[in-house]
């Protein structure tokens, strides 16, 4: 069974940053791409960040610019870099990894941006 676990939420100030990361045991030979994606309240997931194994990335129109992925192959950990919070960016992030035909998600870490 692949694991995915994300760590590095908390909370911080508007303006702040943090650096999330996702660990993942699935073999990275098998790995189409790792992504983060982000759920408030009341609201429906969305998709945040999201990188290729061929290095491609993706970001939402609301965090470019702000938010950075990177992966680490090594250690096939992703990370999310995000920088100048804001309280919208408010939510619990959850990493998805894509390996072949299955997504395998985390069990989210929440991150709370205060005004």
């Known amino acids: 069974q692949v694991q995915v676990g994300e760590s590095g939420g908390g909370l911080v100030q508007a303006g702040g940053s943090l650096r999330l990361s996702c660990a993942t045991s699935?073999?990275?030979?098998?790995?189409?791409?790792m992504g983060w994606y982000r759920q408030a309240p009341g609201k429906q997931r969305e998709l945040v960040a999201t990188?290729?194994?061929?290095?491609?990335?993706n970001y939402a129109d609301s965090v470019k610019g702000r938010f950075t992925i990177s992966r680490d192959n090594a250690k096939n950990t992703v990370y999310l870099q995000m920088n100048s919070l804001k309280p919208e960016d408010t939510a619990v992030y959850y990493c998805?990894?894509?390996?072949?035909?299955?997504?395998?998600w985390g069990q989210g870490t929440q991150v709370t941006v205060s005004s």
């Open positions: 998805k990894v894509g390996a072949r035909i299955y997504d395998y």
């Open positions: 990188m290729t194994s061929g290095g491609s990335t």
């Open positions: 699935a073999r990275i030979g098998s790995i189409n791409v």
